[in-house]
C-alpha cells in the first residue's frame, strides 16, 4: 500500500476534514489510515507536520 496516508491528531479538540465530499472527524489525540492517499482529501488549514505517509494535525493556525 505504497498510497495508504497515516493522519495523526496531536490537537486537545476534534479536527473535521473532507474525504470524497463528506465530512470526517478525527476525534481530539485519534489516528486514523486512508488507504488511497491524498486524492480525496481537504485539509483545512491548521499547523501540520509531515513525515513521509504520516501527517500530524497540530493546533490551529493564527
Not at 498510497?3 to 491528531?9: A, D, K, P, V, Y
Not at 513525515?51 to 500530524?56: E, R, S
Amino acid at each position: 500500500m505504497s498510497n495508504q496516508i497515516t493522519i495523526r491528531s496531536d490537537r486537545d479538540t476534534d479536527y473535521v476534514f473532507q474525504y470524497k465530499g463528506e465530512d470526517v472527524t478525527l476525534k481530539a489525540g485519534g489516528i486514523l489510515s486512508i488507504a488511497d492517499g491524498l486524492d480525496e482529501v481537504v485539509l483545512p488549514t491548521t499547523a501540520m507536520k509531515i513525515v513521509k505517509n504520516l501527517i500530524v494535525i497540530k493546533g490551529d493556525v493564527k
